[in-house]
């Protein structure tokens, strides 16, 4: 199983942030976050 960032606590702290910037709610919007804090974890370009 991979390992998340996010717990779902936080999670349901941060998509409303998101959706008051306008940040399009697609069906992967936390993978997607997920995913760029991954890239900023381990310092790939």
């Avoid at 349901?12 to 991954?38: A, S, W």
């Amino acid at each position: 199983m991979p390992r998340t960032m996010l717990k779902d606590e936080h999670w349901t702290r941060l998509r409303p942030i998101l959706l008051e910037l306008n940040i399009y709610d697609k069906g992967n919007l936390r993978q997607t976050v997920e995913g760029i804090l991954y890239r900023m974890r381990v310092g790939c370009p």
